[in-house]
Nanobody, 119 residues
Framework: QVQLVDSGGGLVQAGDSLRLSCAAS????????MGWFRQAPGKEREFVAA????????RYADSVKGRFTISRDNAKNTVRLQMNSLKPEDTAVYYC????????????WGRGTQVTVSS
């Protein structure tokens, strides 16, 4: 089993930056893909960003490309999401997620951290 604890959310103004962190415990996630998803009020959860097990491959939702950067540190069992040039439409609960080793689907989820961007 993997437990994920996501943190770093807060209330910021448009144009500001935030860095979200996710700490994994229970077992190493060094062989798992890691990702971030978000859910805004009244909307479905959506993909934000993902990083491969070795950190080499990343992918992003079109809405955050060029503004958000995902990274991981396998030695520390952590993944981060650097969010720059935040917009009010980025307001959501952000969830960290992990796959099983070698799998494609995200099976493990954090509890979420609230990000609120005021205009």
């Amino acid at each position: 089993q993997v437990q994920l604890v996501d943190s770093g959310g807060g209330l910021v103004q448009a144009g500001d930056s935030l860095r979200l962190s996710c700490a994994a415990s229970g077992r190493t996630v060094s062989s798992s893909s890691m990702g971030w998803f978000r859910q805004a009020p009244g909307k479905e959860r959506e993909f934000v960003a993902a990083v491969s097990w070795n950190g080499i491959s990343t992918r992003y939702a079109d809405s955050v490309k060029g503004r958000f950067t995902i990274s991981r540190d396998n030695a520390k069992n952590t993944v981060r999401l650097q969010m720059n040039s935040l917009k009010p439409e980025d307001t959501a609960v952000y969830y960290c997620a992990a796959t099983r080793p070698g799998a494609a689907m995200f099976d493990y989820w954090g509890r979420g951290t609230q990000v609120t961007v005021s205009s």
